[in-house]
């Protein structure tokens, strides 16, 4: 993991982060995000009544076309701030009563973050972190994070590498995080709960595109032989349209019928660790406020 021959992701953009060059990504030699909260919008394991101590990190190493955070991924808003302050954040959150830290697409920021982990660790961070990520990460910056990091809550975006060109603008999407799974799994194992709450484990997500249900049967199939019922699939319906895309099908938001169907597949493999959505979950007011960064 070489921040100065930038290889935090599998993007390797080599860029020297330390002189200021950017790649991808155009994240900066610090973390930057965007805002800190509780969160109550996660799954119930992760939210509890509580809250999840959410962090969004700025920029981002995919860019989906459709992405549902857009202020933050492409645009980068959001604040540089230091390790010290990354620190006290986790802590101000534990104190505000989190079930855990929720580090949202914190795959730029590794080196950061660890170290903020450990001194926040050191002053009586206890809560579980979770990592909640894209999927697309590379094996060898992940097992930097071992041992810091209790719950893995990555995305399974795409089984058709086509897909991943398409959208995100990378051709081996699916093999790549395939093996990150593999990698967060070793670290993590099998899921394991107190009174409702996860507290270590693996969750995959996965947001059903319009019109893309067969991909999402890949997945989850892949997922099901793969891992069974050692790890949770959260099979989301949220999909949103925020705006207008050259591809027909993502500007609509996915139908009752096909996020059913969806549903009655998995349930059909055999699949009972799994979140789904009821009801309407496709509004843009699910998707945080990222304008008031100035005041983090
Ligand atoms: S973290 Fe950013 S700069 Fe580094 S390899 Fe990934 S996209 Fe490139």
Redesign the pocket.
Known sequence: MD?TN??????????N?KNGE??????PNSIKIARYSLHYWEEPCISGEEGSGTIFFS?C?LKCVFCQNYDISSKNNGKEISIDKFKEICLKLQKMGANNINLVTP??YIPFIKEGLILAKKEGLSIPIVYNSSGYESVEALKELEGLIDIYLPDFKYYDDELGVKFSGIKNYSSITKDAIKEMYRQVGKSVFKNDLLKKGVIVRHLLLPKHSNDSKKIIKYLYQEYKDNIYISIMNQYTPIRKLEYKELNETVNDNEYDELINYACDLGITKAFIQEGETCKESFIPDFSKYEDI
């Open positions: 921040i930038c290889n935090l992701c599998p993007r390797n953009c080599g860029v982060r950017l790649g991808f990504c155009l994240a920029c190493n795959t730029m």
